[in-house]
């Protein structure tokens, strides 16, 4: 697996942070239709642009960082916050969501009826969870910046960034295809976001995901990282509110330094200009500032990577088709005849 920090050294793969227990998820959503601002249809169309080109680059165009193999995977695996499974309806079906679950490798098609009924879900597992600074990079076997028209391989729905902006930023802030922030139809609940404070400099984390989680990884974040964490950084549910683009501390696409979950999750990093996402496809990334508390920056990646909330296969249940049936009494019938 490869993480994608750039101008970071990820030192430390291995370190082991204090045991914390905890938190249960207690958030939940529904994909009912009728959101405010769902914007969103059942075909598979989209607006803004989903560029065929290569995926998101690490800093100033040079080769990203990248962490243990085994880092995300197994480094916190025994330093868990919230381990509750949150149920959903995504897709017309429930489904369990599990902090530290592997995912789903099947890959199903949403069925008629259903909001981009005809699209693909599922397919991706944790190994994959990872993408750059790049808006749309992290979904298997796709490329290009924006995420117009694609499958959904985690089942969730990427981040929008509300606002207007033309140009080559289109791709960032068009709201027709997924809904507005506050779309209650989005997987996992309307858009959040969460303040992590560094108590060794001035560096300012946010992460921005669903309700679900969020939720989620404010408790794993806490359990893991309280040590580099000033008393005012977000520690419970309570500390999460919703994403409002206008609001003056509201992450931005331009302070991303990390996506996750097929660019359904971002980790932003106040003060940080990454002017890139504003400029043609390729232009390189802007590196990091100064005197960003690196430590707290892996925790955070590393906590995120691990224990994201995914979709549990065991949740996935396959109905039996009329085809199903048939061939089955064929089966039986076959096997009278030759007993």
Known sequence: MHIYIPSVSLRNTKKSYNRAGGGSSSSSSSSGKGSSGSGSSSSSSGKGSSSSSSGGKGSSGSTPSKGSSSSAGSSLTGTKGSTASTSSTIYGSSHSITPYSNGV??????????LFAGRSAG?????????????????????????A?????????????????GGSASYLYDENEYGSPDNSSRPGGKLLTAAFQSNSTSSVFRIISDNTTVVNLISDIHANCSSHLTPNSASSSSSAVSYNSSAPDAPKPEQVVQYFRSSTVALTLDGYNNTAVFDSEGTADVPLPSGVDTTLLDCMNFTIGAAVPLVDAGSIRWGTSSYGIVGLLWVLMYLVNIF
């Open 105 to 114: 490798t099947k890959i199903i098609t949403i069925p008629s009826g259903q």
């Open 123 to 147: 397919g991706a597992t944790r190994d994959q969870i990872y993408g750059t600074k790049t808006y749309g990079s992290g979904y298997p076997g796709v490329s290009g910046r924006g995420v």
């Open 149 to 165: 028209s694609r499958g959904f391989p985690f089942f969730f729905w990427p981040v929008v960034w509300g606002g207007v902006a």
